[in-house]
């Protein structure tokens, strides 16, 4: 039996948990600093560190707390190296490298993609090989996942993450940050073949999402020279149409190819409720996804990925802003 307190700290969420070999949830404790940020219209980098700083001991000691546990019946500390924002995965690390050294326990790190692909193992019986879409705010990527020391990325995006891109289209509309639950939740009232916008196609398993951006700023910069109100919810179901189309297209082709069944959606987006409906809908697939408080960023993922693939780290181990995920995973 492993029991592994995780960490993260790698954007805007403060999370400590813990997780029994993997997969059982024991606590699950997290800040969202939405609020903090909002006002800027994205995350201050500074202003999120701070925030860290005041927060993260108190998740530490909450998450013990709900899981009924003390220190001494931890078995190691886990924790986020990266990618993420520089100053604010430092805040994490170092409180686990503190943790890792006054309580003698082994620290383990591990990588931000590879810990939401993770988040699918918590109550789940999900074992390799299968087909990953990982949709965040900073990712889009389609990863042959064969086993835990053989990750491939075999699509992503070129410009634009899907995440980013429900923000851009957010904030154009008006409808403050982070634009993706506030468009899921208001496209379910529009019509999505209001607008035909572009999928952005792009050769093979790739993405693109900028040009379906700029094609929703003309279309509401069109929609705006006339005297009536704008059609929010159409903008937004059509938006979305367009964005989870594509996404599931490439990611059933690469399932196809690769002769594999099994399909697991990560990261923020794949909270999105048509993307998991349209992928509900592809017969003879087993289709996995977290449920939507360990689809956005938090720590029981990062407990299950240290305990599957996390790296035995030193005390001197550095945190990184940007790496693959293929690259950590065979470190
Ligand atoms: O994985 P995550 O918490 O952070 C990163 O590692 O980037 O993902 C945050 C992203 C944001 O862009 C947010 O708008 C998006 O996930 N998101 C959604 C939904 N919930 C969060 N996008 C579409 N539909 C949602 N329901
Ligand atoms: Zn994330």
Not at 30 to 50: C, D, M, N, W, Y
Not at 86 to 94: A, E, F, K, Q, R
Not at 161 to 169: P, Q, R
Not at 270 to 293: D, Q, T, W
Request: proline share 4%; net charge negative.
């Amino acid at each position: 039996m492993t029991v592994l307190l995780g960490l993260e700290t790698s954007c805007d969420e403060t999370a400590a948990a813990i997780v029994k070999d993997g997969r059982q949830l024991l606590s699950s404790c997290l800040v969202s600093q939405t609020p903090i940020h909002q006002k800027f219209g994205g995350v201050v980098p500074e202003v999120a560190a701070r925030s860290h700083v005041q927060t993260i001991n108190l998740m530490i000691d909450e998450a013990l707390a709900q899981a009924n546990l003390t220190y001494d019946q931890l078995d190691g500390i886990a924790c986020t190296r990266g990618p993420g924002l520089i100053g604010t995965l430092l805040i994490g690390l170092s409180a686990a490298k503190a943790l890792s050294w006054s309580w003698n326990l082994p620290l383990k790190t591990v990588d931000h993609l590879f810990a939401h692909v993770c988040a699918n193992f918590i109550n789940t019986d999900l074992e390799p090989p299968f087909v990953a879409l990982l949709v965040s705010g900073g990712h889009t990527q389609i990863l042959h996942f064969k086993n835990f020391d053989d990750i491939e990325i075999i699509g992503e995006t070129l410009d634009d993450a899907a995440g980013e891109a429900y923000d851009k289209v957010g904030r154009l509309l008006g409808l403050g940050y982070p634009g993706g639950p506030v468009i899921d939740k208001l496209a379910a009232a529009g019509n999505p073949s209001a607008f035909k916008f572009p999928e952005g196609v792009v050769k093979g398993y790739d993405f693109s999402f900028s040009g379906l951006k700029t094609a929703v700023l003309r279309q509401v910069e069109k929609l705006s020279q006339s005297s009536e109100a704008l059609p929010v919810e159409d903008l937004c179901a059509s938006f979305q149409e367009a964005v989870s189309k594509v996404l599931v297209k490439k990611t059933l082709k690469a399932a196809e190819e690769l002769n594999l069944k099994t399909i697991v959606l990560a990261g923020g987006v794949a909270a999105n409720r048509e993307l998991r409906s349209k992928f509900e809908k592809a017969s003879g697939y087993r289709v996995y996804f977290p449920s939507n408080h360990l689809c956005t960023d938090n720590a029981a993922m990062v407990a299950a990925a240290a305990f599957f693939h996390g790296e035995d780290s030193e005390l001197n181990v550095g945190a990184y802003s940007r790496q693959p995920v293929r690259a950590s995973a065979k470190s």
